[in-house]
């Protein structure tokens, strides 16, 4: 596609349940990155993806957090067992290179946990 | 601990006069430094870049200045126009070019008036 895809744009869900976001980055992008951004904050890491393998996860917040890449293109970030702190905006990046600092964001995933 | 600061929540300027935004970062590790314009409901998008080894670098109306003992950059535009009304994140990576792990400050919201 011409950029970076997210889904769903908004999803509210209950506290408890599992959530997954997706996001598909822009053809032939190799580094792909998932960050967050809660209300007030600034734009928070969470996993890097290079290929299908993700060198830094460091910024996962709980073992709740997973995700994946298949076949060097789409992500999914997966929460199990939300709770109301993990409502925010979910980005997806992604880049022709890892040592590039020119992100390409996505719109965004908005998650609300009532 | 906020690694990269943006001290302004917000800053409101006439259309043709200069914005200048500001942004303070603690880690003597980042050599590498990023801006960022956000509109609503869109995700950030690359404006202008610097890295270490200059102090200052200019693209058309925008201007990004780099004081490495104060650990301070800042963002020129001018002369400001509405369509730059937009949230502003200042970003700083640990290695030239980039990297894989772009840490934000919290953003300037900039409203630029008629």
């Known amino acids: 596609g011409a950029g970076v895809s997210q889904s769903p744009s908004n999803k509210v869900t209950e506290k408890g349940k599992d959530v997954e976001l997706r996001c598909d980055p822009i053809?032939?992008?190799?580094?792909l990155y998932w960050y967050r951004q809660s209300l007030g904050q600034g734009l928070e890491f969470l996993i890097y993806?290079?290929?299908?393998?993700?060198?830094?996860k460091s910024g996962l917040p709980s073992d709740r957090f997973s995700a994946e890449r298949t076949g060097g293109s789409v992500s999914t970030l997966t929460i199990q067992r939300t709770q109301q702190e993990d409502s925010a905006v979910y980005l997806c990046?992604?880049?022709?290179?890892?040592?590039?600092?020119?992100?390409?964001f996505g719109e965004g995933s908005r998650l609300t946990v009532l | 601990d906020q690694q990269v600061k943006q001290n302004s929540p917000s800053l409101s300027v006439q259309e043709g006069r200069i914005s200048i935004l500001n942004c303070d970062y603690t880690?003597?590790?980042?050599?590498?430094f990023l801006w960022y314009k956000k509109y609503p409901a869109e995700g950030p998008t690359f404006l202008i870049s610097i890295s270490s080894i200059k102090d200052k670098n200019e693209d058309g109306r925008f201007t990004v200045f780099l004081n490495k003992s104060a650990k301070h950059l800042s963002l020129h535009i001018v002369p400001s126009q509405p369509g730059d009304s937009a949230v502003y994140f200042c970003a700083a990576s640990p290695r030239t070019g980039g990297g894989n792990k772009l840490t934000f400050g919290t953003g300037t919201q900039l409203k630029v008036e008629l």
């Open positions: 993806f290079q290929g299908n393998s993700a060198p830094d």
């Open positions: 880690n003597s590790m980042f050599d590498y």
């Open positions: 053809s032939g992008h190799t580094a």
């Open positions: 990046a992604s880049s022709s290179h890892a040592n590039t600092g020119e992100l390409f």
